[in-house]
């Protein structure tokens, strides 16, 4: 069983606070994560990269600066988040090289076979069916190409794992900051993580191959990688 899913109204209430509440979640580290993302893609020469569930731009924009002889095209299906992404592209001039439509994860309107790259950042377990997001991505990416996969998760153990679930509990607190948006829900998908297994089962079992994690920040982020074979 996958965890809950956060509803779109959730996610149309914190548009304007996506970004402050993902550095509290990571303590100020998740710009490093970002580019950790895009390191991994540091072998593409050219061609597109496909970011889903893009919500503010945050991964599509830190892939563009890594990569400046790429273009990104950032899908979301959240009117509010695209709006606030779109702001952000304008703000770090890169609208020539990133473009945002407003597509759903699960039912790609991109050629076969198209994408250098795909990354989607924390969003795979949003899909009603996270399997078919999985082949949708596998479908659109070029034999060869890489999927790079960016999950909070929960520190396995010892006193990392004590120390963020008491960490997790000060949301009540955050929920007034946020004009009582319903944002514990993302406390409640972190403490129902499944584990790193998880992901590479659903990769693996959509086609994947070279499935690869690492853990960041003492295990509350993990990064993902697989490719599809040739």
């Keep these: 069983m996958k965890r809950p899913a956060t509803p779109q109204s959730t996610?149309?209430?914190?548009?304007p606070y996506y970004d402050f509440m993902n550095s509290f979640l990571s303590f100020g580290i998740d710009r490093r994560w970002r580019r950790k993302v895009a390191y991994?893609?540091?072998?593409?020469?050219?061609?597109?990269?496909?970011?889903?569930?893009?919500?503010?731009?945050a991964v599509a924009i830190s892939v563009a600066k890594h990569l400046p002889q790429v273009k990104i095209i950032g899908c979301d299906i959240n009117q509010s988040m695209l709006e606030i992404a779109q702001n952000r592209i304008h703000k770090n001039k890169l609208q020539e090289r990133v473009k945002l439509e407003k597509v759903n994860g699960e039912k790609l309107?991109?050629?076969?076979?198209?994408?250098?790259?795909?990354?989607?950042?924390?969003?795979i377990d949003d899909m009603d069916d996270r399997d078919g997001c999985a082949k949708e991505m596998f479908r659109v990416l070029k034999p060869g190409a890489k999927l790079v996969l960016l999950e909070l998760s929960m520190p396995e153990k010892g006193f990392a794992k004590s120390a963020y679930q008491?960490?997790?509990?000060?949301?009540?607190?955050?929920?007034?900051?946020?004009k009582k948006a319903n944002y514990n829900h993302v406390q409640k998908e972190i403490l129902k993580y499944q584990g790193q297994k998880n992901?590479?089962?659903l990769l693996e079992k959509?086609?994947?191959?070279?499935?690869?994690?690492?853990?960041?920040?003492?295990?509350?982020?993990?990064l993902h990688s697989v490719q599809k074979p040739t």
């Design 11 to 15: 996610f149309d209430k914190v548009a």
């Design 40 to 57: 991994l893609l540091s072998d593409i020469q050219q061609g597109y990269v496909l970011d889903i569930a893009t919500g503010t731009g």
């Design 109 to 123: 309107p991109y050629e076969d076979n198209y994408f250098e790259a795909v990354t989607i950042a924390f969003a």
């Design 166 to 178: 008491k960490y997790l509990k000060v949301f009540p607190l955050i929920r007034k900051l946020v």
């Design 199 to 201: 992901i590479e089962e």
């Design 206 to 222: 959509t086609g994947f191959i070279d499935y690869s994690f690492q853990k960041l920040t003492a295990g509350i982020a993990t």
